[in-house]
């Protein structure tokens, strides 16, 4: 067990609607990154925050938004849902911005019909 | 611009065998390089990482790996394959000032019997 939880663990829903994701970190960790897992698209970075600010975006989509709250916790929200975005979504915490281990959550399986 | 590169999607090895996956980087400044495996159904964790000193770095498991300045390489190495090391073996990169993880495309290691 990482320390980190996501909700909801699966997640099934239709083309074109929305979903949030929600992520807890690590007790006493201020940094949270998302990351799309895909059979094609491998493990793709989207976007990291720090204390509450963003701090890096990496392949994340307009129709893809996140931010973290003053209790550390973050949310990635995806709207206008398309097959395409089927994919196990990952949150991950660490202690610094940079260069410190990461600890994984167990994933969101989000699947659109 | 920083990038990950794993040589090999899929690797088997017989149990008790020598393991061996490829990592080799690309960054502008001392990277920061990390290895993560990840089980079915799992997030990923951490196995090792190498931020500055010394080259040869253990982790966990039994196994570690080498930063190579010359070659670019951080190579993961565990001397003797268990039925348990079968998982997603993942190489990153972290580089100074911006927040990024790279993650490669990974590798998944098959042991036999």
């Known amino acids: 067990d990482s320390g980190v939880t996501q909700t909801p663990k699966h997640l099934i829903t239709a083309t074109g609607q929305r979903v949030t994701l929600r992520c807890s970190p690590r007790?006493?960790?201020?940094?949270v990154y998302w990351y799309q897992q895909s059979l094609d698209q491998g493990l793709q970075f989207l976007i990291q925050?720090?204390?509450?600010?963003?701090?890096a975006k990496g392949n994340i989509l307009e129709r893809f938004s996140a931010q973290q709250f003053p209790d550390l916790h973050s949310e990635l929200n995806l709207s206008s849902l398309e097959l395409g975005d089927s994919a196990l979504y990952f949150c991950?915490?660490?202690?610094?911005?940079?260069?410190?281990?990461?600890?994984f959550g167990p994933g969101t399986r989000l699947t659109v019909l | 611009a920083q990038s990950v590169t794993q040589l090999g999607s899929h690797v088997s090895v017989s149990e008790g065998a020598l393991v061996l996956l490829r990592c080799n980087y690309s960054?502008?400044?001392?990277?920061?390089l990390f290895w993560y495996v990840q089980y079915p159904n799992q997030g990923l964790q951490l196995l090792l990482k190498?931020?500055?000193?010394?080259?040869l770095v253990k982790g966990i498991n039994g196994f570690e790996a080498e930063f190579k300045k010359s070659e670019t390489s951080f190579h993961l190495t565990k001397p003797s394959a268990h039925m348990s090391d079968a998982a997603e073996y993942f190489c990153?990169?972290?580089?100074?000032?911006?927040?990024?993880?790279?993650f490669g495309t990974g590798t998944r290691l098959k042991v036999l019997a």
């Open positions: 991950a915490s660490s202690v610094l911005a940079e260069h410190n281990e990461q600890f």
């Open positions: 007790s006493g960790d201020l940094s």
């Open positions: 925050y720090y204390n509450g600010e963003e701090r």
């Open positions: 960054s502008s400044v001392p990277p920061y």
């Open positions: 190498y931020t500055t000193g010394a080259t």
């Open positions: 990153a990169v972290s580089e100074g000032g911006t927040y990024k993880y790279i």
